[in-house]
């Protein structure tokens, strides 16, 4: 049930669930060195930063599969950003 919840915050609000992450557990200060680091990914690239936190492990950082669960988090940001771009242009056209 949990598990679920995490996955609906995270969807629909990704800063929210940084910001969770954040106080409930420790993920972020052990996946990241520095809180400017964090707070970058927090501002700009929310998904990344959540997937980068989600996906690493504390002895041997991110490898494998969580390279693809990370770079997928930057299209979905990549994503968010353009399509808000192409929304007005078409809202303009009109």
Same mark, same amino acid.
């Given at each position: 049930?949990?598990?679920?919840?995490?996955?609906?915050?995270?969807?629909?609000?990704?800063?929210?669930?940084?910001?969770?992450?954040?106080?409930? @557990?420790?993920?972020?200060?052990?996946?990241?060195?520095?809180?400017?680091?964090?707070?970058?990914?927090?501002?700009?690239?929310?998904?990344? @930063?959540?997937?980068?936190?989600?996906?690493?492990?504390?002895?041997?950082?991110?490898s494998g599969f969580?390279?693809?669960?990370?770079?997928?988090?930057?299209?979905?940001?990549?994503?968010?950003?353009t399509s808000g771009?192409?929304?007005?242009?078409q809202r303009a056209?009109?």
């Open positions: 049930m949990g598990c679920c919840a995490g996955v609906l915050v995270l969807g629909g609000a990704p800063r929210l669930a940084l910001f969770l992450l954040w106080i409930f @557990t420790d993920r972020l200060t052990i996946a990241f060195d520095s809180f400017i680091l964090g707070l970058l990914g927090f501002l700009f690239l929310p998904y990344t @930063t959540v997937f980068y936190a989600l996906a690493y492990a504390p002895v041997g950082g991110v969580g390279w693809f669960i990370v770079i997928l988090g930057f299209v979905i940001d990549l994503g968010s950003y771009g192409y929304a007005n242009r056209a009109v």
